[in-house]
């Protein structure tokens, strides 16, 4: 076996929006990778349009560059960890990676969960501190932050010696001195870093193929295209291979076309060895985690391990009044087709089938997670319902225990004792406090990740939206009692199918928020409102004003209705209670209740009493 010097596989590692996708950008620009003319757009890994659109990046991708007489293959992924499953995967890929570390914020809590898992598998870590030109940058004390994080997840001897490389990605600029003025006007200092540092993969020619799929992309001429790195032996275009699944049966295939990576290209090659990141069709049902092998030698590799998820929703049919007038996709049989077709490349989904084969229960890594399935499912045309996001309680040791997520939380010093107060009532336990002198509080805590659902609004409402709030899965632990957040203010229900008038609205204006407008179709037991109160009420905007000779049509013009609050989806699904569906089609989302019909709902909560009493 010898080293193949001339290459470097990293992936890039860090908490959310502290400038990975940015930081690859300019590092395909400075290496010469593009020709002179060609525009390259910015953030040019995050393809998807969810990803342009929300400033993040959700499905992990490759890219390579050369530099000198070097190929670096560098894999971009998801910083947030409801993506957790992507950034599993990404660690078989490759040898080393840069953690990117805000120069102002430090460390947070997803740079912990994307670091442990880098340190878990034995990968060599370059340390890159972005936004070295931040006003208020602090960069000595970040690297302290930095070295304490890695000796709390346990780092051997080696990868505790990193190194340290100063960035601005966005202004292209990089140096091994923290001073921001010392800056060099390129990213020499990091290309250096890598290929000095990061060790180059062996290679074993001799030995039989393995090669394991980690990424699955598709395109309508070749069909499946399954990414992944050569672990050993040689990959050849036309070559016979066997697919051995999860399971370990074993299926023969052939290697229709084989392409290796340029910049943001793929191009065609006929053969590739041990330590390659490629790129293989020509697989019909290849997924991910399979290892494809020597037909004559089969050995799989191990099973991608992969964490555990921690929240489940219900998706079902749509069932309301209006289902199907506004979605393409609307039966069981293609919601079902759907959702099983997302288990092939979401490795961190599960999707379980219920007794009703209108229901499926979904579990994912988060509200994140399972929000970007559900809007693009709407984007693609499925019309569907989902229920209020539930935790998943496991049986450990014979007890039963909860999901506990460990939460930052940035917010001015005036508004810290209401917050504080907020996650008391959350069951949340502080665990850190740091006041950096310019008046805002870190606040760390360890808290229920029940606690969280729904936390997100109130928490900007009682920071006037200047509160940052950031939080990753820290473990499980004891059931920390019957109530932990959840909603605590009644809904107003619309009592009748109809169309919302102004007149109708303003009505039941006093008595909460509305959240829609005038003009909108509307079904009895659809949510029109929030509650002043704790109860819901049912009411009337349906309602027209009657006309006569003393009243005259004119006379409300003067009167304007308060702005109603309209929900994006992760707000929708936030809000939810425990007897409430939120139906999502492609053009709208509304929130109904369970049972539409007052008098059923009443039934079935008088029986739902009389069962807790045991009568």
């Known amino acids: 076996?010898?080293?193949?010097?001339?290459?470097?596989?990293?992936?890039?590692?860090?908490?959310?929006?502290?400038?990975?996708?940015?930081?690859?950008?300019?590092?395909?620009?400075?290496?010469?990778?593009?020709?002179?003319?060609?525009?390259?757009?910015?953030?040019?890994?995050?393809?998807?349009?969810?990803?342009?659109?929300?400033?993040?990046?959700?499905?992990?991708?490759?890219?390579?560059?050369?530099?000198?007489?070097?190929?670096?293959?560098?894999?971009?992924?998801?910083?947030?960890?409801?993506?957790?499953?992507?950034?599993?995967?990404?660690?078989?890929?490759?040898?080393?990676?840069?953690?990117?570390?805000?120069?102002?914020?430090?460390?947070?809590?997803?740079?912990?969960?994307?670091?442990?898992?880098?340190?878990?598998?034995?990968?060599?870590?370059?340390?890159?501190?972005?936004?070295?030109?931040?006003?208020?940058?602090?960069?000595?004390?970040?690297?302290?932050?930095?070295?304490?994080?890695?000796?709390?997840?346990?780092?051997?001897?080696?990868?505790?010696?990193?190194?340290?490389?100063?960035?601005?990605?966005?202004?292209?600029?990089?140096?091994?001195?923290?001073?921001?003025?010392?800056?060099?006007?390129?990213?020499?200092?990091?290309?250096?870093?890598?290929?000095?540092?990061?060790?180059?993969?062996?290679?074993?020619?001799?030995?039989?193929?393995?090669?394991?799929?980690?990424?699955?992309?598709?395109?309508?001429?070749?069909?499946?295209?399954?990414?992944?790195?050569?672990?050993?032996?040689?990959?050849?275009?036309?070559?016979?291979?066997?697919?051995?699944?999860?399971?370990?049966?074993?299926?023969?295939?052939?290697?229709?076309?084989?392409?290796?990576?340029?910049?943001?290209?793929?191009?065609?090659?006929?053969?590739?060895?041990?330590?390659?990141i490629v790129a293989i069709a020509g697989i019909r049902e290849i997924n991910i985690g399979e290892t494809i092998a020597d037909p004559q030698r089969p050995e799989a590799l191990p099973v991608l391990k992969i964490d555990e998820p921690t929240l489940q929703m219900t998706f079902l049919v749509n069932n309301s009044p209006f289902a199907g007038r506004e979605g393409k996709w609307v039966t069981s049989r293609k919601l079902r087709e759907r959702l099983f077709k997302e288990l092939e490349t979401d490795v961190a989904l599960r999707v379980d089938e219920t007794e009703s084969p209108d229901a499926f229960v979904v579990s994912g890594r988060g509200e994140l997670h399972l929000g970007i399935l559900i809007e693009n499912m709407r984007r693609e045309g499925y019309e569907l319902q989902v229920s209020k996001p539930e935790v998943i309680v496991k049986e450990i040791d014979g007890m039963k225990q909860e999901p506990y997520e460990r939460l930052l939380i940035d917010v001015p010093e005036e508004s810290m004792g209401a917050v504080m107060e907020s996650l008391g009532t959350r069951k949340a336990e502080m665990v850190n406090m740091i006041n950096n002198g310019n008046g805002q509080v870190r606040l760390e805590f360890i808290i229920p990740a029940r606690g969280l659902i729904g936390y997100r609004t109130s928490f900007l409402t009682l920071t006037r939206g200047y509160g940052i709030m950031n939080h990753a899965f820290d473990s499980y632990g004891p059931l920390a009692g019957a109530s932990v957040g959840g909603r605590h203010q009644g809904v107003l229900v619309a009592s009748e199918n109809g169309t919302s008038t102004f007149y109708g609205m303003l009505g039941v204006e006093d008595r909460g928020l509305m959240f829609l407008e005038p003009g909108a179709e509307i079904y009895e037991g659809m949510i029109v409102g929030e509650h002043n109160r704790d109860n819901d009420i049912i009411v009337n905007i349906c309602k027209e004003k009657q006309l006569s000779n003393v009243r005259s049509a004119g006379k409300d013009d003067t009167v304007k209705l308060k702005t109603p609050v309209i929900f994006s989806l992760e707000q929708a699904l936030e809000y939810l209670n425990d007897d409430e569906y939120c139906e999502i089609t492609p053009k709208s989302i509304r929130l109904r209740k369970k049972i539409l019909v007052k008098s059923e709902r009443e039934r079935a909560e008088k029986h739902r009493k009389m069962s807790q009493a045991g009568v």
């Not at 994080?149 to 600029?173: C, K």
């Not at 060099?184 to 030995?207: G, K, R």
């Open 1 to 276: 076996m010898q080293a193949r010097e001339n290459l470097r596989n990293i992936a890039i590692i860090a908490h959310v929006d502290h400038g990975k996708t940015t930081l690859v950008d300019k590092l395909l620009q400075q290496s010469g990778t593009f020709r002179e003319h060609e525009s390259v757009q910015e953030r040019a890994m995050d393809s998807g349009d969810l990803e342009r659109e929300r400033g993040i990046t959700i499905l992990a991708k490759n890219t390579a560059i050369t530099y000198k007489n070097y190929l670096i293959n560098i894999v971009d992924t998801p910083g947030h960890a409801d993506f957790g499953g992507e950034v599993e995967r990404i660690m078989k890929m490759v040898d080393g990676v840069l953690l990117v570390v805000d120069a102002f914020e430090g460390c947070m809590p997803q740079t912990k969960f994307v670091l442990r898992k880098a340190l878990e598998h034995q990968l060599t870590p370059i340390v890159v501190v972005n936004k070295i030109d931040r006003p208020n940058a602090r960069p000595v004390e970040v690297i302290d932050e930095v070295l304490d994080l890695f000796i709390e997840l346990g780092a051997n001897d080696d990868q505790l010696e990193f190194p340290v490389v100063y960035a601005s990605a966005l202004m292209g600029t990089s140096s091994l001195d923290p001073e921001p003025e010392k800056q060099d006007d390129n990213m020499m200092a990091l290309y250096d870093t890598i290929v000095s540092h990061i060790p180059s993969p062996t290679e074993n020619v001799e030995e039989p193929l393995q090669f394991l799929v980690t990424l699955l992309d598709y395109n309508e001429y070749l069909g499946r295209i399954a990414i992944g790195r050569v672990n050993r032996g040689t990959i050849k275009q036309g070559q016979p291979v066997a697919v051995i699944d999860r399971d370990g049966k074993t299926k023969q295939a052939r290697i229709e076309k084989l392409f290796g990576f340029q910049g943001l290209k793929r191009v065609e090659i006929a053969e590739a060895g041990a330590g390659d």
